[in-house]
């Protein structure tokens, strides 16, 4: 079994999503990644959770940091674009990555990403909201609505 933690960041601090309005900051992201390695955890999940909605990817010194202290696999997400963020990223430190907003914004990434870095350096992210009995596939860190649908995504 693999347990993998999903750390959202804000700012380079840690957050805790509210109901996907809000968030409460809980700390320093790299002492909860260090405190996870001791637990064993198999790999961890960095979430720049409103890097979408300002266009851009702030986790490059958090992941040079992270390599500094932690061996374990981790995953970067959040406002990834191009094939240069993700350059950057993987120079870096970065095992792998993940997208949502611009995946479904230009679903051609994927491909694109897998074919340089190789398919297992590549995951599509997806947030979504049940409302009523339908499921909404949601970007920009969960806030906006997509309009596609769910399972034919």
Not at 5 to 14: C, G, Q, V
Not at 24 to 46: D, W
Not at 92 to 111: C, F, M, R, S
Request: hydrophobic residues 40%; aromatic residues 6%; glycine residues 8%.
């Amino acid at each position: 079994m693999r347990i993998i933690a999903r750390l959202d960041i804000k700012n380079e601090k840690l957050i805790k999503g509210v109901m996907m309005e809000g968030v409460r900051v809980l700390g320093n992201a790299s002492e909860y990644a260090t405190k996870y390695q001791r637990m064993g955890i198999s790999e961890i999940f960095y979430v720049d959770n409103v890097a979408s909605l300002y266009g851009r990817n702030n986790l490059v010194p958090l992941i040079k940091e992270h390599v500094k202290n932690c061996r374990i696999p981790v995953t970067v997400g959040g406002g990834i674009s191009t094939i240069d963020d993700v350059y950057k990223l993987m120079k870096v430190g970065a095992d792998k990555i993940a997208i949502n907003t611009n995946a479904l914004k230009n679903p051609e990434i994927i491909k694109n990403i897998a074919n340089i870095f190789g398919s297992q350096a590549v995951s599509v992210s997806i947030q979504v909201i049940k409302v009523g009995d339908n499921y909404e596939l949601r970007s920009h860190g969960g806030r906006e609505k997509s309009n596609k649908d769910l399972f034919k995504w």
